[in-house]
């Protein structure tokens, strides 16, 4: 089971991007992006249940960001909207075969992790 984040680059405020993270061997049922800027923990982004779609944002990307999934391609993708140079970090995708929603905003519910995928805004 493994989990490929892809889609990060260089973006200038006011720009967007979409990442992408793709899930070969099994179905997970809950999918989450986190993120870590250099110097900072680790933190959550936003994430899905697999099989209802119910979501949860950070408040600091709420109305900017949008996860949604791809039952076809097993892949679950960030829309980032309006990016900040605050948005800059590290993205990882992270899944579980659980589906506690009082769960999906906390790293340790997630099991599998991707490898990250680098996103830099400037300003």
């Known amino acids: 089971v493994q989990l490929q984040a892809s889609g990060g680059g260089l973006v200038q405020a006011g720009g967007s991007l979409r990442l992408s993270c793709t899930a070969s061997?099994?179905?997970?049922?809950?999918v989450g992006w986190f993120r870590q800027a250099p110097g900072k923990e680790r933190e959550f982004v936003a994430a899905?249940?697999?099989?209802?779609?119910?979501?949860s944002y950070a408040d600091s990307v709420k109305g900017r960001f949008t996860i949604s999934r791809d039952r076809a391609k097993n892949t679950v993708y960030l829309q980032m909207n309006s990016l900040k140079p605050e948005d800059t970090a590290v993205y990882y995708c992270a899944a579980d075969f659980s589906t506690i929603i009082s769960t999906m905003r906390l790293a340790d519910a997630y099991d599998y992790w991707g490898q990250g995928t680098e996103v830099t805004v400037s300003s």
């Open positions: 061997g099994r179905t997970f049922r809950m």
């Open positions: 899905i249940i697999w099989s209802g779609g119910a979501t």
